[in-house]
Nanobody, 114 residues
Framework: QVQLVESGGGLVQPGGSLRLSCAMS????????TGWYRQAPGKQRELVAV???????MYGNSVKGRFTISRDNAKNTVYLQMNSLKPEDTAVYYC????????WGQGTQVTVSS
């Protein structure tokens, strides 16, 4: 049973930073892709950043240059460092793991507001 648990969300002022964490547990082997997605009220879920097992990354256009995805394999944890946050970054952020199946965390709220 694979479990993903996000943490690190909260309220931050515009221009501030947050780091999200996603602790992954359970059995997953081989090639996989980990990523972060977000969903704002009234909008579809969108890709924020993904990282494959070869170390390649891909970012959504709206976060390029501001967000960085990384992974600590020893801790089975994926991180999303978010800098220069904007009000439009406000959303629920979800961790995702793709192996032979698709797994999601419960989400963590990020609110960017003064």
């Amino acid at each position: 049973q694979v479990q993903l648990v996000e943490s690190g969300g909260g309220l931050v002022q515009p221009g501030g930073s947050l780091r999200l964490s996603c602790a992954m547990s359970g059995s997953f082997f081989g090639i996989n892709v980990t990523g972060w997605y977000r969903q704002a009220p009234g909008k579809q879920r969108e890709l924020v950043a993904v990282l494959n097992s070869s170390g390649r990354t891909m970012y959504g256009n709206s976060v390029k240059g501001r967000f960085t995805i990384s992974r600590d394999n020893a801790k089975n944890t994926v991180y999303l460092q978010m800098n220069s946050l904007k009000p439009e970054d406000t959303a629920v952020y979800y961790c995702n793991l793709k192996t032979f199946s698709d797994y999601w965390g419960q989400g963590t709220q990020v609110t960017v507001s003064s």
